[in-house]
């Protein structure tokens, strides 16, 4: 009896579809987290960015349609979002910090006479 029962819902499972990019949505979250620190943030920025817009789309369906998509590919697609907004937000920090030294650093150059000799 309890075979027929997982059976059933394994079926019911097979049904659902999958949220449209939801692995390139949680792919490209993970990824905006790793250039933060690499690429002095402007990747990770860019990729955060593009995940959010993706994942905007995907969340209007299922908000639509919240039967229809499997839980596992709704969890792909909320894991993928947070992790392009933890990506977003360190990258975005780590590149304002390197603007700050650049231009403080530029500053001090400004100021030594011996530089323009």
Known sequence: ?????????TQHQSVLKQVPNSKLIM???????IPGAFAFGL???????????IASGSMELIEHNHNKYSEKSIKHLK???GCAIIG????????IGLLIYAMSYSASL???SSYYM
């Open 1 to 9: 009896m309890i075979n027929k029962k997982s059976h059933s819902t």
């Open 88 to 95: 977003l937000i360190l990258s975005s920090l780590i590149f």
């Open 43 to 53: 990747l990770g920025i860019v990729l955060g960015i593009i995940t959010l817009s």
């Open 27 to 33: 792919a490209f979250g993970i990824l905006s987290i």
């Open 110 to 112: 400004l100021g030594d």
């Open 79 to 81: 894991i993928g979002r």
